[in-house]
């Protein structure tokens, strides 16, 4: 796949709700995965990690009540998109969350995911 179509197919993925999908059909097994410092999980690596982090975010969430994923931009090997949230966390007041995320893509899969969003 080129970038541009795993980028079409994450996209698709991801709208769907489907993240076992993505992780599957589209991620290498030694991807990595970074969040911003101060973040519960600031770094995965490989599959096992990765999951046991969604895994981790799943358990905080009380309820999810939408989201959005743009369109995708693609440079070179790279792929980066914006999604939202409209989440409410376990012990904490609904809110809308907004992050950028950036995807490196080598012989057609995804080898780093990086996420940027505030902390706090």
Same mark, same amino acid.
């Given at each position: 796949? $080129? $970038?541009?179509?795993?980028? +079409?197919? *994450?996209?698709?993925? &991801?709208?769907s709700? +489907?993240?076992?999908?993505?992780?599957?059909? *589209?991620?290498? %097994? =030694? &991807?990595?995965?970074?969040?911003?410092?101060g973040? /519960?999980? %600031?770094?995965?690596k490989? !599959? +096992? %990690?990765?999951?046991?982090?969604?895994?981790?975010? +799943?358990?905080?969430? %009380?309820?999810?009540?939408?989201?959005?994923?743009? =369109? /995708?931009?693609?440079?070179?090997?790279?792929i980066? *998109?914006? !999604?939202?949230? =409209?989440?409410?966390?376990?012990?904490? /007041?609904?809110?809308?969350?907004?992050?950028? &995320?950036?995807y490196?893509?080598?012989?057609?899969?995804?080898?780093?995911?990086?996420?940027?969003?505030?902390?706090?």
């Amino acid at each position: 796949m $080129t $970038t541009q179509e795993v980028a +079409n197919r *994450l996209v698709e993925i &991801c709208r769907s709700g +489907n993240w076992a999908q993505a992780y599957e059909e *589209l991620y290498h %097994e =030694d &991807c990595v995965s970074i969040e911003p410092a101060g973040a /519960p999980w %600031e770094m995965a690596k490989g !599959m +096992n %990690e990765i999951h046991q982090k969604g895994e981790k975010f +799943n358990e905080m969430v %009380e309820e999810m009540h939408g989201g959005s994923v743009s =369109d /995708p931009l693609v440079a070179g090997n790279f792929i980066t *998109l914006t !999604m939202e949230m =409209d989440v409410t966390y376990k012990g904490a /007041p609904r809110k809308k969350d907004s992050e950028v &995320c950036v995807y490196e893509v080598q012989n057609g899969k995804i080898v780093k995911e990086q996420f940027f969003y505030p902390i706090g």
